[in-house]
C-alpha cells in the first residue's frame, strides 16, 4: 500500500483555463475531496491516463465527471476525451500570489 499525503502541489500549463487560472499558476489541491458542480479540479481522462489536466467540473456522467476548461477557444477537455477520474479538488493558488478558489 502506498501511502500519500492529502494536499499535493501542480502547476498549470497552457491556457485552457483562462482567465481563472493562468500558464504558471502554482495551486494546492486536496486528494479525495467532495467534489460538486461547478468546482475546479485534477484528473485524468479515461482515454488518455498519462494525461494529467486541470478542469472545472460541469457534470457526473457514466460513473466519471464530465470536465470542460474556462477558456471557450480552448477544447482539449471532455468534450475531446471523454469522462474523467477526478484525483482531487483545487483549494486555492498560492504562486503568484494565494487565491482562493469557491
Do not use: C
Amino acid at each position: 500500500m502506498r501511502w500519500q499525503l492529502p494536499l499535493f502541489a501542480v502547476l498549470v500549463s497552457g491556457p485552457s483555463m483562462a482567465p481563472v487560472l493562468r500558464h504558471g499558476d502554482a495551486l494546492i489541491v486536496r486528494r479525495g475531496a467532495t467534489v460538486r458542480t461547478g468546482d475546479i479540479v485534477v484528473a485524468r481522462f479515461r482515454s488518455r491516463p498519462g494525461l494529467l489536466v486541470v478542469k472545472r467540473v460541469v457534470r457526473e456522467q457514466d460513473g466519471g465527471w464530465w470536465l470542460e476548461g474556462d477558456n471557450t477557444f480552448v477544447q482539449d477537455d471532455s468534450r475531446s476525451y471523454g469522462v474523467a477520474d477526478v484525483i482531487g479538488r483545487v483549494l486555492f493558488r498560492y504562486y503568484p500570489g494565494p487565491w482562493r478558489l469557491s
